[in-house]
């Protein structure tokens, strides 16, 4: 029986490829009130008024505000610097992952990837930030 008194936590999903959002939406909203956007200025705006994720899901290449982009810009921020980023890309070289790491993404998957992987990396990053853990599998 699901306890009905602990809150979902929230995700915001940055992707631009609609089948994939879709996906990432399908796969989250068991454990998660899900939030998505096709770029980055329409999340970055979100953000800013007030609305703190637990977890931000972002490809890499999206329009307007890029995913390495909007990486920088909330980890500079002292107010958006704590929140847990995955970035999502179809771009395996090693120096865009260790890139995105020096900037301080907290994980990095490459496309096409497996939901339960992403759900188990997700917990991993919930349990580091002290965060509950998703208990419910899609």
């Given at each position: 029986m699901e306890n009905t008194n602990t809150p979902l936590q929230k995700v915001v999903i940055i992707e631009d490829d609609l089948a994939i959002q879709t996906l990432l939406c399908t796969v989250l909203e068991y454990n998660f009130i899900v939030t998505a956007f096709d770029n980055g200025m329409e999340a970055l705006s979100f953000l800013q008024k007030g609305n703190i994720p637990d977890i931000i899901i972002s490809d890499l290449?999206?329009?307007?505000?890029?995913?390495?982009?909007?990486?920088?810009?909330?980890?500079?921020?002292?107010?958006?610097?704590?929140?847990?980023?995955?970035?999502?890309?179809?771009?395996?070289?090693?120096?865009?992952?260790?890139?995105?790491?020096e900037a301080g993404a907290d994980d990095y998957i490459i496309k096409p990837f497996n939901p339960r992987e992403l759900e188990v990396r997700i917990n991993a990053i919930l349990k580091r930030y002290g965060k509950t853990l998703i208990t419910k599998h899609f």
């Open positions: 290449n999206t329009p307007e505000l890029n995913g390495y982009d909007m990486l920088l810009q909330l980890k500079a921020s002292s107010f958006f610097s704590s929140i847990p980023i995955i970035i999502l890309s179809g771009e395996e070289g090693s120096d865009t992952r260790i890139k995105c790491f």
